[in-house]
């Protein structure tokens, strides 16, 4: 989980990332923003080992993705950030990268 919390770090720590924060249309049923990833992290929602892993990869993918496949005023920010994350999961493991870019 300490490695996840790094991965969270580094994602609310890119520029610009105030609109990936929090979101302005949150949702009951998946994350929508890196405040809940980081409510997740702290409620220990990710499982140990690789499921948890895949699990953490693909909501911080879908962060990002709402934002793009939604055409929101975000969604090029947002591109940019996704490819930073997926380049963070990758080097952990490739698999993690491909989760979290198709989330």
């Known amino acids: 989980r300490k490695r996840m919390n790094k991965m969270l770090y580094k994602a ?3 520029p610009d990332s105030t609109p990936f ?3 302005a249309n949150p949702s009951d049923d998946e994350a929508r923003d890196l405040t809940v990833l980081g409510q997740n992290l ?3 929602a990710y499982a140990h080992g ?3 892993w895949e699990d953490f990869a693909n909501d911080m993918g879908k962060v990002y993705n709402w934002h793009i496949i939604s055409k929101s005023k ?3 920010t947002a ?5 930073k994350i997926v380049g963070f999961f990758s080097k952990i493991d ?4 491909k ?4 989330a």
């Open 50 to 52: 690789k499921s948890g």
């Open 99 to 102: 989760k979290a870019a198709n």
């Open 79 to 83: 591109k940019n950030h996704i490819d």
């Open 21 to 23: 924060q929090e979101a």
């Open 42 to 44: 702290d409620k220990g």
């Open 12 to 14: 609310w720590n890119l």
């Open 74 to 76: 975000h969604a090029s």
């Open 94 to 97: 490739p698999v993690l990268g």
